[in-house]
């Protein structure tokens, strides 16, 4: 367990069993959260209290490379967390307007998309929700050195990075819980948004526990025959599960859902696929992002071209779904979706358990 984990009243519960009054750990949780301090930062604090901190409750949050693209807008860290040291990467992107990072819950995937680096490499570990929140803290240290274009403050967070964010529920949940804490990180709930591949189970827990964080599902695929291929997942939750899970979570949030396609040249970018999604966004009042292709080393599919994403895009909107065509951030060092990949996690000697798990839906 890493400092990370524990949430305010835990912390205080652990100072005060070390004789050290409450404000105390008012102060150390502001400075883990709120300033994004490592504890030999904390020169507010005594000295031999931050020594006691880093003994016996470990950041476990260090920086094994850190790279950038897009001129330092987007940069990418292997991360090494917790005291099992899962290595997973994470990524910030800077913007005009926003800087968002997106986080990854699990250090490999079991959900097996073909088309993506991190389901190619299997699952190794899930991680713990104050790992997957203190890559935010990574994040807003980082945020510093994004250019001067951009506001330089974590703004936003996504759910999109290794791992699926709602097979490894729990974990999920925390962390959300730790990111709006108003003690803590207090991000707004409208600036978290949570991808999932379609669990439907977990897409139902989260429009309880947290209900205001965005979702963004990930389709690629509007008939259960392909989707079965591309997504094996909807092999356990077909098409019209999915679509009533979402729509339920819709009802109950009042928020509008996102669906993410990835734009595959041949595969799914057919007028045809445009037909189908039409109506089940319409249903959903989704909005729908178009994302070309990331190419990884294990999928021999390339982007759909251009004039094609935009063909489907004008089929989409015609029949009134809105429609955004994203820009592919990172692709240059493979930080792009679909193409985190720790090279340290899939070193089966440091993670010899490579053996799918059950996904952790409670
Ligand atoms: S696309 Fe997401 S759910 Fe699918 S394998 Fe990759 S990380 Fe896992």
Same mark, same amino acid.
């Given at each position: 367990?890493?400092?990370?984990?524990?949430?305010?009243?835990?912390?205080?519960?652990?100072?005060?069993?070390?004789?050290?009054?409450?404000?105390?750990?008012?102060?150390?949780?502001?400075?883990?959260?709120?300033?994004?301090?490592?504890?030999?930062?904390? /020169?507010?604090?005594?000295?031999?209290?931050?020594?006691?901190?880093?003994?016996?409750?470990?950041? !476990?949050?260090?920086?094994?490379?850190?790279?950038?693209?897009?001129?330092?807008?987007?940069?990418?860290?292997?991360?090494?967390?917790?005291?099992?040291?899962?290595?997973?990467? /994470?990524?910030?992107?800077?913007?005009?307007?926003?800087?968002?990072?997106?986080?990854?819950?699990?250090?490999?995937?079991?959900?097996?998309?073909?088309?993506?680096?991190?389901?190619?490499?299997?699952?190794? $570990?899930?991680?713990?929700?104050?790992?997957?929140?203190?890559?935010?803290?990574?994040?807003?240290?980082?945020?510093?050195?994004?250019?001067?274009? /951009?506001?330089?403050?974590?703004?936003?967070?996504?759910?999109? !990075?290794?791992?699926?964010?709602?097979? $490894?529920?729990?974990?999920?949940?925390?962390?959300?819980?730790?990111?709006?804490?108003?003690?803590?990180?207090?991000?707004?709930?409208?600036?978290?948004?949570?991808?999932?591949?379609?669990?439907?189970?977990?897409?139902?827990?989260?429009?309880?526990?947290?209900?205001?964080?965005?979702?963004?599902?990930?389709?690629?695929?509007?008939?259960?025959?392909?989707? $079965?291929?591309?997504?094996?997942?909807?092999?356990?939750?077909?098409?019209?599960?999915?679509?009533?899970?979402?729509?339920?979570?819709?009802?109950?949030?009042?928020?509008?859902?996102?669906?993410?396609?990835?734009?595959?040249?041949?595969? $799914?970018?057919?007028?045809?696929?445009?037909?189908?999604?039409?109506?089940?966004?319409?249903?959903?009042?989704?909005?729908?992002?178009?994302?070309?292709?990331?190419?990884?080393?294990?999928?021999?599919?390339?982007?759909?071209?251009?004039?094609?994403?935009?063909?489907?895009?004008?089929?989409?909107?015609?029949?009134?779904?809105?429609?955004?065509?994203?820009?592919?951030?990172?692709?240059?060092?493979?930080?792009?979706?679909?193409?985190?990949?720790?090279?340290?996690?899939?070193?089966?000697?440091?993670?010899?358990?490579?053996?799918?798990?059950?996904?952790?839906?409670?």
């Amino acid at each position: 367990m890493s400092v990370y984990d524990l949430d305010l009243e835990q912390l205080t519960g652990r100072l005060l069993g070390w004789g050290e009054p409450a404000y105390r750990a008012r102060q150390v949780y502001a400075g883990l959260w709120r300033q994004a301090r490592p504890y030999e930062d904390m /020169t507010d604090l005594p000295k031999e209290l931050r020594a006691q901190l880093a003994g016996e409750l470990p950041e !476990g949050l260090e920086v094994l490379t850190e790279r950038e693209a897009d001129r330092g807008a987007t940069r990418k860290a292997l991360l090494r967390l917790g005291e099992k040291g899962h290595v997973i990467e /994470t990524v910030l992107m800077g913007y005009r307007d926003r800087v968002t990072v997106c986080v990854s819950t699990q250090a490999g995937c079991a959900m097996g998309c073909g088309f993506c680096a991190t389901g190619q490499m299997g699952l190794q $570990n899930n991680l713990t929700g104050g790992e997957v929140a203190a890559q935010v803290v990574w994040a807003a240290r980082a945020a510093v050195r994004l250019p001067a274009s /951009t506001p330089r403050r974590v703004t936003n967070v996504v759910f999109m !990075g290794m791992g699926e964010p709602l097979a $490894n529920y729990r974990a999920t949940r925390d962390a959300v819980s730790r990111l709006l804490d108003p003690d803590g990180m207090n991000l707004g709930a409208r600036h978290v948004t949570v991808s999932t591949v379609g669990v439907v189970p977990g897409i139902r827990r989260l429009a309880t526990d947290h209900p205001q964080v965005g979702l963004a599902v990930s389709f690629h695929a509007a008939d259960d025959e392909l989707r $079965n291929e591309l997504v094996p997942a909807n092999r356990l939750w077909p098409l019209d599960q999915l679509e009533a899970a979402i729509a339920d979570w819709r009802e109950r949030t009042h928020r509008r859902p996102s669906i993410e396609w990835a734009m595959i040249d041949g595969v $799914n970018d057919s007028d045809r696929q445009a037909e189908l999604l039409s109506p089940i966004a319409r249903r959903l009042h989704a909005h729908v992002n178009l994302i070309p292709l990331n190419p990884t080393p294990g999928w021999p599919s390339q982007p759909s071209p251009r004039a094609r994403i935009g063909s489907f895009a004008s089929l989409l909107r015609a029949a009134g779904v809105p429609v955004t065509v994203r820009d592919t951030r990172g692709r240059e060092i493979d930080a792009a979706c679909g193409q985190l990949r720790s090279k340290f996690v899939a070193d089966p000697a440091r993670h010899p358990c490579r053996r799918p798990i059950p996904v952790q839906v409670r």
